[in-house]
Structure formats: C-alpha cells, structure tokens
C-alpha cells in the first residue's frame, strides 16, 4: 500500500506511457499496451568519520539516479524505431525498398519456364537448387543478372542447370529479390528500419497514466507520472522462439535533471466527495463513469471485489 497524504492507495493496474518530443512538444509515441512499469530510485550514500573511535559524523547523500522500464507486449516498426533510434522510411515509387525471398516450387520435366510469387527485382541474380530428401542440394545462379520486372525466369537461363538430366523433374528452393513501392494491388505496404552506427535513441518528456486504488473511498484515483527529461538506453534484444509465450519488447532509460532541477514528479488526483456516475474510473481497470461500491481487496492475491456481488 501507498500512503499518499494520509490516504492509503494499492497499485492495481499498469501505466500508460507518453512520450513527448523536447522541441516541438508533440507525442511522438503512445503506449497503451504495456505489461510492466517500474521506476526505481537510488541515492549513494557517502559517511564521514572521524574522532576516537571513529564513528559515523556526517552522511552525505549524493548522485541521485532514477531507471525507468516499461514493457510492451506489443510492437510497431514506429516504437523500434524510438527504442533503437533508427531511421523508419516507407516505400514509395521513388524510393523503392528490397526485400529477399526464399520459396519452394515444383518442376516438371518439361518445363520451359519458373515462376515465382513475386516480379525480380531489375539487375539482381536468381539462385535455384533442387530440394533431395529434405536438403538443398547444390545452388546454381543465372547467367547473367534479370532485366525488366517480371516474374518469370526460363529454365535455360541458371548456369548447369540440365533439363534433359532423367532426375530433373522435383521440388526446388529458390532465392532472389524484389521490391515493392506504393501500396500495391494487393494493399501491401513495406517500411523499412535502419539502425546506424551512429544514431542513439532519444531523450523524450515522459508522462505515465495509471490508476491507484482509494482505501478510504473505495475508487481508483488517477495518478500521473511526469519525467521532464527521460533518456532512452537504446538497448534491445529479440528472442524469437516457437513457444506460445509472447515476447515482450522492453524500454529502459534514466531520468536527467531538467533546467530546473527536476528529475520526476508524481500527480495524484483524488476523488473523495464525488459519488456516483460522478466518479470517473472505477476498480475495474477504466477511466468510465461508474458507480461507487464498496469494495474489499485480498491480502494474498491483491484481487479486489465488490463486498455486495
């Protein structure tokens, strides 16, 4: 439990995180997917001794540090990009993005022509190999790079590449290019992010909109967390697996000292005398307009529940 000016609060619900630009002032990013948030704050002590027997005459505290985490179940190409200061473009007519592609297609013996899914991208080699109990056997290249934007390469066209050998006919794994520009016929739309070598994430004012839960009243009192100057660490980490668990895009930063000094400040809104459709955010985890009711909280799993239902 919180003790908040005298009111005791239970954390029930994770934050929704804003983060501002420094200069213009606009949100660039909001996340309302989050699965943890957590701010920890250290202070280094320092002891100055002295006299017989050396006690302990003055602790001076110094080098305030604030960490911030925020975890979202939840990814978009804008978001990395902020997480690894990259550079996010999309497609476009003039400015075109590559994309590589691997499939599987099917031979006969006499055919004439491969096709695949995609149009090859202009002056760009296509790679073939045929597919023997499971293994790509060995790969042979075309003879010379594709010109124009088709789909379609003749068999003739890849070095060694034998359609009179009697094991031609088969399953073959191709490899090769394309790109794509404006949303196509299908509604497809490529973005691409870079990260360079040379390029950090940022530093952003944060705000983090959460709810506290009112002993006193029985509602969620609205809490705001504001870090004037939040410097984003830039580290990541992906860890694709085949398991069914979710992976979980962390953001880590450090709180700076603003021009005025201030490294975070707390907001607490409470509605103590409002009743009724007057409240706004009940214990339900919304910001709607319910009714108080009382309510109890379970001291083992923090579950709160209506006394009355």
Known sequence: MLDIQGRKYAAVTVCDVTLYDLVTKYPVMYFDTLQVTSI???????????????????????????????????????????????????????????????????????????????????????????????????????????????????????????????????????????????????????SELTVLADKFAGTYRFIGDTMLFNQFTGLNDLFQIEIPRLKLDGSFSFSLNAAVEAVVFSFKGKALRDDFGKMIIFRNLTQEGKTGDETYGQYDGSYAKLPAVEVTIDVEDGTINPVNG
């Open 40 to 190: 920890d704050g250290t202070t280094e002590v320092t002891e100055i001794q002295g006299g017989k027997g050396n006690p302990i005459l003055a602790s001076v505290s110094h080098s305030k540090n604030i960490d911030v985490q925020f975890d979202d179940a939840i990814m978009t190409m804008s978001s990395l990009a902020i997480l690894t200061g990259g550079e996010l473009s999309n497609a476009s007519d003039n400015a075109k993005i590559t994309m590589t592609q691997t499939e599987i297609i099917d031979l006969d013996s006499d055919a004439e022509n491969i096709t695949l899914s995609e149009a090859v991208k202009p002056n760009s080699y296509v790679y073939i190999g045929k597919i023997i109990n499971g293994i790509v056997s060995t790969v042979t290249r075309t003879t010379e790079k594709q010109t124009g934007n088709v789909n379609t390469v003749p068999v003739s066209a890849f070095y060694n590449f034998k359609k009179d050998d009697e094991d031609f006919a088969g399953k073959y794994r191709v490899f090769y290019e394309y790109e794509l520009g404006v949303a196509d016929a299908e509604g497809r739309d490529l």
